[in-house]
């Protein structure tokens, strides 16, 4: 049984079982036949989480229950990725309560009487509504095509790599989340997969978590890839490697 590395509270209660609730859909857990999730069955857990979900604001008992429950079946790995979620959840809770205070902006007359007229044609009550209702799509738009960007970047970064060298660079990654825990690390399960069954789905997997790792960085703590330098000694190898021949 791992040593729990988080302590449920009443005020991280339901941020905890959306958290086991998502894992629980996704397919890490159930390619590990060894992992102690399945002493108990994900079945079970679920039927755990439904009864949980009852009390809103969860008795004395009920968060022990819980916290038992999740003792038998987390790894010390779970711990730190539950740990890390609801510290993320906490830290957005803290910039949306930031960006609810008024602020004060400057703007050029262009500007103003541009939003001033998008505000009137659209029916927007206030200028800030305007500006909202105006780049809203635009921000996610924006958002989902740099998610986008970064992932084609990296995986063709990736597919000029061997087999041994992706399985370095991860394994740089991984000793760099060890030091700086803030950092997402669900590639490690991916990882250890391909360690004990090396294989093209096995890789994939791996390619495909790692670049996930890296656009949740960038994405929730503004941490670029690039300033990790991952790839750079790999580069470095293979232009030598080039000179060579």
């Known amino acids: ?138 921000l996610r738009e924006a958002a989902e095509n740099a998610e986008q960007v970064l992932s084609e970047r990296v995986m063709q970064q990736l597919m000029c790599l061997k087999a041994s060298e992706i399985v370095e660079v991860v394994a740089k990654y991984l000793d760099i989340a060890a030091q700086r825990r803030t950092l997402a690390n669900s590639c490690k399960i991916a990882f250890q997969l391909f360690s004990k069954r090396p294989g093209r789905d096995s890789l994939k997997l791996l390619c495909d978590r790692f670049c996930e790792d890296l656009i949740w960085n960038q994405v929730h703590l503004n941490i670029s890839y690039d300033s990790l330098s991952l790839f750079d000694q790999v580069a470095i190898e293979n232009s030598h490697g080039q000179e060579l021949e």
């Open 1 to 138: 049984m791992a040593r729990p590395r988080y302590q449920i509270t009443e005020y991280d209660w339901l941020d905890c079982l959306d958290w086991v609730d998502h894992q629980i859909n996704q397919p890490h857990w159930l390619e590990q036949a060894d992992h102690p999730i399945h002493t108990l069955g994900i079945a079970k857990i679920q039927r755990h989480l439904s009864q949980w979900r009852t009390a809103q604001y969860p008795t004395k008992t009920a968060l022990k229950h819980a916290q038992s429950i999740l003792e038998q079946v987390f790894t010390i790995d779970d711990w730190g990725r539950l740990r890390k979620a609801l510290s993320a959840r906490k830290r957005r809770r803290r910039e949306q309560r930031i960006e609810q205070k008024s602020v004060n902006i400057t703007l050029t007359p262009n500007a103003h009487r541009m939003i001033i007229e998008y505000r009137n044609l659209t029916g927007c009550q206030t200028i800030s509504e305007a500006i909202e209702h105006a780049l809203n799509d635009a």
